[in-house]
Each structure stands twice: as structure tokens, then as C-alpha cells.
T-cell receptor
Framework: EAEVAQSPRYKITEKSQAVAFWCDPI?????LYWYRQILGQGPELLVQ????????DSQLPKDRFSAERLKGVDSTLKIQPAELGDSAMYLC??????????????FGPGTRLTVL | GNSVTQMEGPVTLSEEAFLTINCTYT??????LFWYVQYPGEGLQLLLK?????DKGSNKGFEATYRKETTSFHLEKGSVQVSDSAVYFC??????????FGTGTRLTIIP
């Protein structure tokens, strides 16, 4: 069964360091999402891609976060420099097509980031 | 903007008990409503959904009915099992595919 892959599963870093997370969506899925889930809260959308284009990054802290999906397949989310408040689970999801009706989002296992 | 208010946890029940997890929402227009489940160490999985008023979503013995008049989408199951232990998230979309989640409810079922 096709799954969304994420790596690493766990990352511990010190504040002011750079970190990067990788996501490989289900093959053929044009839409890719990055969410941040702070402990005890629900996931919040950081950025949404349609193929290689960003369609929503309104909640992405652009002074320190960046995301790319250069070939419209896998994606990287980067934080530089990391801050203590960035400790969270970072979830990637993908869906097949945005057609005006809801297309199920399939989630990866997430990357748990701890900033010391 | 859109928001989801979810019953706070944790919730602990005995096996075969009846489950209700409350969820209410605020949204403009006609949102689609969802319940996601997150088992330990795994990603979120779609449990059930409803796309219009009075629709009932169901899966794995869980049910939820889209109540527009009360802006609610409560999750129910008649007889829970230990394997249902997980975190449950209520969520909605306003048509632009962006999911807005509640804070999650941790459910623990004891034998």
C-alpha cells in the first residue's frame, strides 16, 4: 500500500542550528502539505504545494522557515535558525488532485523535532 | 475564520462501553467535516467524513452526523475495544482543501 514517507523520524538540535525535513508523497499525488503539530494541539497548515508551486504559505514563518518542491515530487522543509518554540511534530500529507471537492489527505508518520 | 472545538481529554473507558466525543465548529458557508485518528507512533488517518448537512459518516463501528442546526459533528461508537485507544481529531475544510483541526482527544480503553 502506498504511503507518505518522511525522514528523519526524530531530530534533536540546539537552538540557532539549521534543520531540514524531507517528505516523499504518494506517487502521482500533485498536492503536498506540511503541517506543524505542537504537543497537545491539532495540526496547523504551514504550506501547501500544487505540483512545484506554493498555493498557500500564509502561516509559514518566512523569516526562518522555507519549503521547496523543486520537481513537483518530494519536498524539503527547512528551519534556520531553530528556536525553542519550534519543538513540535512536523507532518507531511499528500492528496491526488484539487478539483473543488475534498480529496483525502494521506499523512506520513511525522518528524518529531526537539530544540534544546 | 474557521475553528473547531473538541471535547477535552483524556477520556478513559472500559472495554465495550459507549463512546461519545463532542465536536462543534464555526465556519462560513458549508464546510465538510472529518474525524481523523492517530494511533501511537503513526500518522493521521481519515476515520470518517460528511460533506453536507444530515450526512452520516461511518467506519469501523464509529459514526458521526453532520448537524448544521447545532454546528456539531459528535463521534460515537456503541462498544469500544482496546484497539480503539488513540488520539481523535475533529476537522473541517471550507472548500479550499485546507484542514482546520481541533486540539485532539486522547482515548484510552482499559480491558
Amino acid at each position: 500500500e502506498a504511503e507518505v514517507a518522511q525522514s528523519p523520524r526524530y531530530k534533536i538540535t540546539e537552538k540557532s542550528q539549521a534543520v531540514a525535513f524531507w517528505c516523499d508523497p504518494i506517487s502521482g499525488h500533485a498536492t503536498l502539505y506540511w503541517y506543524r503539530q505542537i504537543l497537545g494541539q491539532g495540526p496547523e497548515l504551514l504550506v501547501q504545494f500544487q505540483d512545484e508551486s506554493v498555493v498557500d504559505d500564509s502561516q509559514l514563518p518566512k523569516d526562518r522557515f522555507s519549503a521547496e518542491r523543486l520537481k513537483g515530487v518530494d519536498s524539503t522543509l527547512k528551519i534556520q535558525p531553530a528556536e525553542l518554540g519550534d519543538s513540535a511534530m512536523y507532518l507531511c500529507a499528500s492528496s491526488s488532485e484539487v478539483t473543488g471537492s475534498y480529496n483525502e489527505q494521506f499523512f506520513g508518520p511525522g518528524t518529531r523535532l526537539t530544540v534544546l | 475564520g474557521n475553528s473547531v472545538t473538541q471535547m477535552e481529554g483524556p477520556v478513559t473507558l472500559s472495554e465495550e462501553a459507549f463512546l461519545t466525543i463532542n465536536c462543534t465548529y464555526t465556519a462560513t458557508g458549508y464546510p465538510s467535516l472529518f474525524w481523523y485518528v492517530q494511533y501511537p507512533g503513526e500518522g493521521l488517518q481519515l476515520l470518517l467524513k460528511a460533506t453536507k448537512a444530515d450526512d452520516k459518516g461511518s467506519n469501523k463501528g464509529f459514526e458521526a452526523t453532520y448537524r448544521k442546526e447545532t454546528t456539531s459533528f459528535h463521534l460515537e461508537k456503541g462498544s469500544v475495544q482496546v484497539s480503539d485507544s488513540a488520539v481523535y481529531f475533529c476537522a473541517l475544510t471550507g472548500g479550499n482543501e485546507k484542514l482546520t483541526f481541533g486540539t485532539g482527544t486522547r482515548l484510552t480503553i482499559i480491558p
